[in-house]
């Protein structure tokens, strides 16, 4: 087996190790598919992965349900350091306006890798996302949405969006989506951090 082949199969172990722990409550190997100085960027949280630990541990006791589920992966590798793109979902279930609700959010993650003292880890998780949906369990149910307030919310996670805020979450307004300006600079700033400058803010 080449150093190659081995480097992309020890990467993508990472990226399903993420999903798969994350979701299942495996908080102390979680951390381990980070760096010391890894960066989450989510709708609803931006910071150090240890932080995002922390409040993720803090939302899983309250009740709160997101869950992760991956496809394809697309890894572009430059020495000691990739750049990794995967297929995801997001499903988060919540009250939408007193009815149950699953919003299932589609994009990529976008992972900025490297490979430090012989181990692969996440230096910066960075999602895109594409589009999204509500559906009440209920099929029957009746979902009454603020149109004005959904209006406010980016396109390609509207929903999603709305019903964090629904049960108090701070959403960021500028997250990369499908096409645009933050998804256009996300690209060249993987390219630079591919091509050995620095991954900057």
């Known amino acids: 087996m080449t150093q190659d082949l081995l480097d992309r199969l020890t990467i993508r172990d990472l990226i399903e190790n993420w999903a798969l722990w994350r979701d299942a409550g495996d908080w102390e190997r979680f951390a381990t598919v980070w760096h010391d100085d890894g960066v989450m960027m989510a709708t609803w949280f931006q910071g150090p992965a240890r932080e995002f630990i922390r409040v993720t541990q803090e939302g899983w006791d309250k009740g709160v349900s997101i869950l992760h589920f991956l496809g394809g992966t697309s890894i572009d590798l430059v020495g000691d350091r990739a750049i990794v793109q995967t297929k ?6 919540g009250d ?10 589609t994009g990529r993650f976008y992972d900025f890798v490297e490979k430090r003292n012989g181990r692969w880890g996440l230096v910066l998780r960075q999602p ?8 009440p369990l209920d099929p029957m149910a009746k979902l009454h949405l603020d149109q004005a307030a959904m209006a406010t919310f980016p396109k390609g996670y509207r929903h999603l969006a709305y019903i964090q805020t629904q049960i108090g979450y701070a959403v960021k307004l500028d997250m990369p989506q499908l096409t645009g300006t933050e998804v256009e600079q ?5 390219a630079s951090w591919l091509a050995g400058e620095k991954l900057g803010a």
Do not use: A, N, P
């Not at 995801?88 to 279930?93: A, D, G």
């Not at 939408?96 to 959010?105: E, F, H, N, S």
């Open 186 to 190: 996300l690209y060249t700033r993987g």
């Open 88 to 93: 995801m979902t997001i499903s988060q279930r």
């Open 128 to 135: 895109i996302y594409e589009k999204d949906r509500v559906d």
């Open 96 to 105: 939408v306006q007193g009815v149950l609700c699953d919003v299932v959010c």
